[in-house]
């Protein structure tokens, strides 16, 4: 890689520490919630709420076409003009500006755009896996939004979700796509061995247990991006159940390490960002934390990985 080259993938990946953005951080997760909640109100399940997710767009966040009646809407918060569109494929287009706001002022606007496109969206009036769990429609607490903050958060968004796909495609056996979870507010992607798993004992703050008996039902290695952990957020993995031995295999890069106290493997963010070679570093860290899953988890790996370029001479 040359310098110019590293220069310019460095400036890819934006700094953003989680204590110049905490406030418009959580407001958003609670912005997240309600919107994710109407996806779930109207799309069947998937295994392991694989429904309930948002995406990463060209914009922001987006819910992709929820179906509906006999057609489809969706919800997708552009954080390059600041606004939430909602669109339905036969009564049109409405958008909430994304401003200070309280997240109680942000529901009643969102449930009104989603009314007056005849859109009926019926959901439980609280977050999940927060403590305190304050209703959506009570929630005056919640008010920031800085846009510059918000922007930068979609563009780690972005980078992440861009090299945890090519991991990704090295994976044949069944595997999630790379998603984002407004729960614990995270970008995620789940790796499955095709095992059972022993049930989950729960544990998530307002949040039934059966809700993560289903969500670790299969026995997985999962990866994903938290904005809350180290000084700009932390990527993460971790197995379920986990394999004795993971927590000792040997991980790259220098800066990643076992937390016992988080039963993961952590990466900071920073050292990514500052790395001379960010895509590397974060790859290395995807694969041997999935090594050390399916190396002490006995995976059938063989049957399970492929190489993604196998057909690019034909093409």
């Known amino acids: ?25 959580d407001t958003l997760h609670m912005w997240t919630q309600i919107v994710g909640k109407v996806r779930l109100a109207h799309a069947p399940l998937v295994n392991h709420w694989w429904q309930v997710t948002l995406y990463v767009s060209a914009r922001g966040l987006t ?3 929820v179906p509906y009646r006999d057609g489809a809407f969706d919800v997708e918060f552009d954080f390059v003009d600041h606004r939430l569109v909602l669109r339905r494929d036969s009564t049109g287009t409405r958008h909430v500006p994304l401003e200070p706001m309280s997240v109680a002022r942000f529901h009643t606007e969102t449930m009104r755009a989603l009314d007056e496109l005849g859109v009926e969206a019926p959901i439980q009036g609280h977050p999940n896996e927060v403590e305190p769990a304050i209703p959506f429609a009570e929630d005056d607490r919640h008010a920031s939004y800085d846009p510059g903050a918000a922007q930068l958060f979609w563009r780690q968004l972005l980078q992440a979700q861009r090299v945890m796909g090519e991991f990704r495609s090295h994976f044949v056996g069944k595997v999630s796509p790379v998603h984002f979870f407004w729960g614990a507010m995270d970008l995620a992607c789940t790796r499955f061995s095709g095992r059972p798993a022993p049930p989950h004992r729960g544990g998530a703050p307002n949040c039934g247990d059966w809700v993560m008996v289903e969500g670790y039902s299969r026995e997985l290695s999962s990866c994903g991006f938290w904005p809350g952990g180290g000084e700009e957020g932390a990527f993460y993995a971790y197995a379920y159940p986990e394999p004795e031995g993971f927590a000792d295999h040997p991980v790259r890069p220098d800066e990643a390490y076992y ?10 963010y920073e050292a990514v960002r500052t ?11 995807l694969q041997d934390t999935y090594a050390a899953a399916a190396e002490h988890g006995r995976w059938a790996r063989a049957s399970l990985e492929d190489d993604p370029g196998r057909w690019d001479a034909r093409r």
Do not use: E, H
């Not at 890689?1 to 951080?25: E, G, S």
């Not at 937390?259 to 900071?268: C, D, E, H, M």
């Open 1 to 25: 890689m040359t310098d110019r080259t590293a220069a310019r993938a460095t400036a890819a990946w934006p700094r953003l520490r989680v204590d110049d953005w905490a406030d418009t951080r």
């Open 63 to 65: 819910t992709s076409a």
């Open 275 to 285: 790395s001379p070679d960010p895509d590397g570093a974060l790859m290395a860290f």
């Open 259 to 268: 937390s016992a106290q988080n039963g993961q493997f952590l990466l900071p």
